[in-house]
């Protein structure tokens, strides 16, 4: 699955492009992987001309010249960034979700480019990647059954399962409306009934009157979803009633977790050990036949907001159910080089700017005809951002410090790549003395966009900062002072606050640095309409504010590079916010 690097060129074999991955069937088509192979090998060409004495002359003499103020930002240009993002974003890369061929592909790209710059590998063993151990678990679906009351159903036609392993063997069954507790609304279905060692069915939908945002503090505290509770309480499984998302969804959630996999993380495994069944209206209805309400009219009662009563279902109703899991550890990979910088004891120190270079991925069963998740905003603008600051920063004089340059994966299912490096590093954590974040930076709001969500984007001309004054004093003047003197976007700082409702200091990258003690500084444009859409595409980007915005931190790096001392963390993040 992952890349494998056999040399210093780190070619790698046709195997290596076998993910099983798909565009609109799940077959893999051999004539777009050959296409693929020669898009790379043109990449290869161009990066072997990088490489070759004359660029690396013409590179050379670049750096022999005065530095201006704050480096080469003029080497950061809109044309540059759109180059690298129509390949980043592009239907190739089939939406870069983590793990997948897309992800390797993109992963390549960057390597190469960081090989043709002369940056050096700061990955595993030589290399530009640090591998990012992962789980992989798929449904096995001739060994996965269940049987409702004496009839049996087939899984993907009648019933979807959660990723857990189970043998569930005649228990007793129990309804329990909605399912939810949220204490500080006196919400508890369970009242009068008991779910030990039972099946435990519910609707599993949020009460009326209660919305996501009702769900505060961690799960177990004030609220329990109907899993949460279940397992708590000893029941053996849970089963939902299918609702009108889930099957419109059906096909793709049966690839999801039969056919693509569901992938964890290190200690991230779901806290959930028991099994979660949806089941099909045909499957539901056979459950509740002869019971005192059948399956349509508490469907109907939970749809209108109407009270559900919870009750057990007659005992000579069974439930038999046995999920199999097949599992396999695979990898994925962050990509980092290293800048050296010029000072012989400051280049010991590292300036980080890093990005997320996955998404979401693709999905051959979601409606309409377009089915991949491109993400040029998410993370493609930071992802490219980036990789045109290291350009600019090879062809140009080297600063005193050295630039730590770092695209994580995985940032979309939990800022896996991120943390693996903080818990990880390829170099010593303290000696990072600031991380850069980017994090969405291509739109901004444009003339006769009447889309309300698009409202919230920042004015052309403004970008919103999180975390500069949040841990260093020193950070937040040096951040203001390089901007106010060089290009003086307008900085918004509007969701600089961990208590912010929208959370975004906890929802990107640069937590996990920030976690560690090193100050950071997180650069974004917010939420718009195409935010994790089929829509989010090159198009829609606006690459001249891009370029003043990335300009602009290249100039904050270099700042940063050059100082006589590092920025002094006085304000430590409490541990409140630390364990968040």
């Keep these: ?5 056999r040399s210093s060129l780190q070619f790698f074999s046709f195997k290596d492009w076998n993910h099983e991955r798909t565009r609109n069937d799940t077959k893999y088509d051999h004539r777009h992987a050959l296409n693929l192979m020669k898009q790379f090998f043109s990449l290869l060409l161009i990066v072997f001309v990088l490489s070759s004495p004359l660029a690396a002359q013409k590179r050379n003499g670049s750096a022999a010249a005065a530095a201006p103020k704050y480096g080469n930002t003029d080497g950061v240009t809109a044309a540059q960034l759109k180059d690298h993002l129509t390949f980043i974003a592009s239907d190739e890369l089939e939406g870069r979700d983590t793990p997948s061929r897309g992800l390797d592909i993109a992963a390549m790209y960057i390597a190469q480019h960081l090989k043709g710059l002369g940056l050096t590998p700061a990955g595993d063993e030589g290399t530009y990647f640090q591998k990012v151990p992962l789980r992989r678990a798929k449904v096995d679906i001739e060994n996965t059954r269940l049987n409702l009351n004496g009839q049996t159903f087939a899984y993907g036609q009648d019933f979807l399962t959660s990723l857990v392993n189970a043998n569930v063997s005649g228990a ?16 508890n279905p369970y009242q009068g009934i008991d779910v030990k060692d039972k099946v435990v069915v519910v609707v599993n939908n949020l009460p009326k009157g209660v919305t996501g945002a009702d769900l505060k503090g961690p799960i177990g505290g004030d609220w329990m979803s109907p899993a949460y509770y279940a397992q708590t309480n000893g029941a053996k499984a849970v089963i939902n009633f299918a609702t009108f998302s889930t099957l419109v969804n059906w096909e793709g959630t049966r690839w999801n ?7 964890e993380f290190g ?28 399956a349509a009219n508490l469907f109907n009662k939970s749809m209108a907001g109407d009270p559900i009563e919870s009750f057990d279902l007659k005992p000579t109703k069974r439930v038999n159910a ?4 097949k599992t396999e550890n695979i990898h994925t990979q962050n990509v980092v080089g290293i800048l050296e910088g010029s000072d012989p004891v400051l280049k010991n120190e590292y300036v980080a700017v890093g990005a997320h ?27 490219v951002a980036v990789l045109s600051i290291a350009e600019a920063m090879a062809k140009g004089a080297r ?11 995985g940032e979309e299912k939990g800022l896996w790549g991120s943390e693996y490096f903080a818990d990880h590093p390829t170099v010593p954590i303290t000696s990072i003395i600031t991380e850069l974040n980017i994090d969405m930076i ?26 500069s004054r949040m841990m260093s004093t020193e950070l937040g003047e040096l951040s203001d002072g390089v901007n106010k003197n060089f290009l003086n976007l307008s900085f918004n700082f509007k969701y600089d606050d961990p208590n912010d409702p929208e959370q975004f200091f906890y929802r990107s990258d640069h937590f996990n640095y920030a976690k560690k003690g090193v100050p950071i500084i997180f650069y974004m444009d917010g939420s718009h309409a195409d935010y994790h859409q089929v829509t989010d595409s090159i198009e829609k980007i606006n690459f001249e504010s891009m370029e003043k915005v990335t300009r602009t931190i290249l100039a904050t790096g270099w700042e940063l590079a050059n100082r006589p001392t590092r920025p002094k963390v006085d304000k430590p993040l409490p541990a409140s916010v630390i364990s968040n």
């Design 442 to 467: 291509g739109r901004y709001q444009n003339p006769g966009d009447e889309n309300v969500q698009n409202k919230q984007l920042p004015k052309q001309g403004e970008i919103f900062l999180i975390g």
């Design 357 to 383: 270079y996955d998404h979401v991925g693709m999905n051959p069963f979601a409606a309409g005809e377009d089915k991949i998740w491109n993400g040029a905003d998410d993370d493609g603008s930071g992802t």
């Design 1 to 5: 699955m992952l890349l494998r690097v």
């Design 399 to 409: 600063p005193k410090r050295s630039m730590l340059f770092i695209w994580h994966a």
């Design 267 to 294: 200690e991230n495994a779901s806290t959930i050990k028991i099994p979660v069944i949806t089941v099909s209206p045909r499957a539901i209805a056979s459950l509740f036949q002869g019971e005192k309400f059948s």
């Design 172 to 187: 007793a069954v129990v309804f329990a409306g909605n399912g939810w507790v949220i204490k500080s609304k006196n919400v």
């Design 257 to 263: 977790q039969s056919d693509k996999g569901g992938v």
């Design 322 to 325: 046995t999920v199999a899991v």
